[in-house]
């Protein structure tokens, strides 16, 4: 099984609709994100968890929610989708000191129409 | 002026040349610094991490790190098909979040 799970991995949906992404990890990582990815745009950050208890927001957060449900889950939500939010999100984690880089999981691609 | 910027290329290189992938960052307070791997519809995949001036080796990876001129490179020796991707660079600071930026990542084509 992967270190991070993301599910899932495809979703179409349309204007409007409330979506959630899931990510779960087997790392034992106390940090977990949410980055979006679009062509030459590179990784933006929309949101960071340092613990349950501890939830920041990043560069991008508007329009979007999350919820750290346990230390291994990390979900996001968009409450009322809109096509510009159409792109590949990946969620992440790292160790409490981030030196080791970041782990990724495998992403999901969100369409909406 | 961008944080972290990389050529957007593509770099093309013939195979078994060397491929030289360059990154510069504004933060001079930057302490670590990182090289991911992103084939084509999959997720970034951590290669090399270097935190000190001077050079990293790895295989036929190799960091070269240069604090005062702001410049972090990768060099791929050897290079083969299988290498050709987007290598994103990774700044990380030394603020009490530890902000990472990525750069928006250099394509690399290897030629057979």
């Known amino acids: 099984d992967a270190d991070v799970t993301q599910t899932p991995r495809n979703r179409i949906t349309k204007t409007g609709k409330r979506i959630m992404l899931e990510c779960s990890q087997t790392?034992?990582?106390?940090?977990m994100y949410w980055y979006r990815q679009d062509p030459g745009l590179g990784l933006r950050l929309i949101y960071y968890?340092?613990?349950?208890?501890?939830?920041n927001k990043g560069e991008i957060s508007d329009g979007y929610s999350v919820s750290r449900q346990a230390q291994a889950k990390f979900s996001l939500s968009l409450e009322s989708a809109i096509p510009n939010q159409t792109a590949l999100y990946f969620c992440?984690?790292?160790?409490?000191?981030?030196?080791?880089?970041?782990?990724f999981g495998s992403g999901t691609r969100l369409t909406v129409v | 002026q961008k944080e972290v910027e990389q050529n957007s290329g593509p770099l093309s290189v013939p195979e078994g040349a060397i491929a030289s992938l360059n990154c510069t960052y504004s933060?001079?307070?930057?302490?670590?610094f990182f090289w991911y791997r992103q084939y084509s519809g999959k997720s970034p995949e951590l290669i090399m991490s270097?935190?000190?001036?001077g050079d990293k080796e790895d295989g036929r990876f190799t960091a070269q790190l240069n604090k005062a001129s702001q410049y972090v490179s990768l060099l791929i020796r050897d290079s083969q098909p299988s290498d050709s991707a987007t290598y994103l660079c990774?700044?990380?600071?030394?603020?009490?979040?530890?902000?990472?930026?990525f750069g928006t990542g250099t394509k690399l084509q290897v030629i057979p």
């Open positions: 992440a984690t790292s160790t409490r000191t981030g030196t080791n880089g970041y782990t």
């Open positions: 790392k034992g990582h106390d940090r």
């Open positions: 968890s340092f613990d349950v208890k501890d939830i």
């Open positions: 933060d001079r307070v930057s302490q670590s």
């Open positions: 270097i935190y000190s001036n």
């Open positions: 990774a700044v990380m600071n030394s603020g009490g979040y530890q902000k990472v930026t």
